[in-house]
């Protein structure tokens, strides 16, 4: 498998083979079996916005490769000042290997790579976050022992870059996704990407609004923050809007025994999820953090290696 120079921006441009070769190469490298180098290689990290896990576990994926990674706060650097996207992706390509950036609208990350000469890596966008989704599958892997046959539900806002890299990643490789949310337009499945989703899908991807229905026999519950960044100005809207889709006790009772319970933090307890419910037992969420590390160190290896 030949990924080298290929920019990853989204799910959708990674055939399944490619997305199932680098999750078992994650695998790989996280139980050692398989060591990579990216000496004397550069990594810029272009930040618009905040981030803990994502910042951490790229820098440090960068230092156990051999490599360097360049924090860069996007208002400090002179596209703050209005300089171009496309002129910054053109000198960051002339000083390193690889550009990873996380901004507000995924077309500013189509034109970073329009303009790039280096890979560029989409570290979250409005519409995606695909190292995350590929971190998750590799959760479920590690698990369930499989992706394929399981039912995934996905609760809260279905309309925005969790729902959409957890629908294309999941259902690209065999699991129905359900999306459970809210009957409001701005919760809604966003039907352009679901249409690209569901062209390359095996599994299903469907829509159920009650949220005990929607649970029930699932393998795996899935939810993301009801205010995502960027987002803060609808905050009591959206927490009034969203409050029937909680994954609490009760929705986990209607999931299979062993369900395991997703969330790609940061968290808020008593909003999108009870506290019991992401600090008990079914609760996978630090090992999809951990896996953040060893997931992206796959991706950096491959496409800049
Ligand atoms: N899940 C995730 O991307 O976390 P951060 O916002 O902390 O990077
Ligand atoms: N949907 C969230 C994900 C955070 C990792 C956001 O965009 O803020």
């Not at 650097?77 to 992706?89: F, K, M, S, W």
Request: net charge neutral.
């Amino acid at each position: 498998m030949n990924l080298k120079g290929r920019h990853f921006l989204t799910l959708l441009d990674y055939r399944r083979d490619e997305i199932e070769y680098l999750l078992d190469l994650a695998i790989k490298m996280k139980k050692g079996q398989v060591r990579k180098s990216l000496k004397n290689k550069s990594l810029a990290m272009l930040f618009q916005k905040a981030s803990t896990r994502t910042r951490v576990s790229f820098e440090v994926g960068m230092t156990q490769l051999d490599g360097h990674a360049l924090f860069m706060d996007m208002s400090t650097t002179q596209l703050g000042r209005g300089e171009t996207v496309g002129d910054t992706a053109q000198t960051l390509s002339r000083y390193v290997d690889g550009i990873m950036a996380r901004l507000y609208k995924h077309s500013d990350a189509e034109e970073l790579a329009k303009y790039a000469k280096v890979p560029v890596i989409n570290a979250l966008t409005d519409l995606y976050h695909p190292c995350q989704t590929m971190a998750d599958m590799m959760t479920v892997i590690e698990k369930k022992g499989r992706i394929k046959g399981l039912k995934v539900v996905f609760y809260g806002d279905c309309g925005f870059n969790m729902f959409n890299c957890t629908a294309i990643g999941f259902s690209k490789l065999g699991a129905d996704v359900v999306a459970c949310c809210p009957n409001l337009p701005s919760y809604s499945l966003n039907e352009a990407v679901m249409a690209k989703a569901r062209k390359e899908a095996i599994g299903k991807i469907s829509v159920e609004h009650d949220p005990l229905k929607a649970a029930k026999d699932a393998d795996v519950i899935v939810t993301d923050v009801w205010v995502s960044m960027g987002q803060d100005a609808e905050k009591a809207k959206r927490l009034q809007e969203l409050k029937d889709y909680q994954v609490n006790a009760k929705v986990m009772a209607q999931a299979k025994k062993d369900a395991i319970f997703m969330h790609c933090l940061p968290a808020h307890r008593g909003e999108e999820v009870a506290a019991d419910v992401i600090d008990g037992t079914q609760s996978v969420v630090f090992d999809e953090a951990e896996n953040r590390l060893h997931a992206q160190k796959a991706i950096l290896a491959e496409l800049m290696g």
